[in-house]
Nanobody, 122 residues
């Protein structure tokens, strides 16, 4: 089992930045592909970014490319999502997740955090 706890969400204005963090406990984080998903009210949970076990390969949703950066520190069992140039449409609950493979579907991941709210005002 892996327990994931997100932090770093908040209320920002459009154009500003936030850095989300995900702290893991339980099994070593390096065993898993890590990802970030988000869910806005009334919408399905959607893929944002994922990073391979070593951190050498990253994948991003089109909406995140060029603005968001996912990173991991396996020694500290943490994953981060740096979000720049935030837009009102980025408003959502952001979830950290762990799974066996890079995937764009949320049902492919095994472990989830409780989420952290990101609100971007215009």
């Amino acid at each position: 089992q892996v327990q994931l706890v997100e932090s770093g969400g908040g209320l920002v204005q459009a154009g500003e930045s936030l850095r989300l963090s995900c702290a893991a406990s339980g099994r070593t984080l390096s065993r898993y592909v890590m990802g970030w998903f988000r869910q806005a009210p009334g919408k399905e949970r959607e893929f944002v970014a994922a990073i391979s076990r070593s951190g050498g390969i990253t994948n991003y949703a089109d909406s995140a490319k060029g603005r968001f950066t996912i990173s991991r520190d396996n020694a500290k069992n943490t994953v981060h999502l740096q979000m720049n140039s935030l837009k009102p449409e980025d408003t959502a609950v952001y979830y950290c997740t762990a799974g066996p493979n890079v995937a764009y579907s949320y049902y492919s991941y095994d472990f989830w955090g409780q989420g952290t709210q990101v609100t971007v005002s215009s």
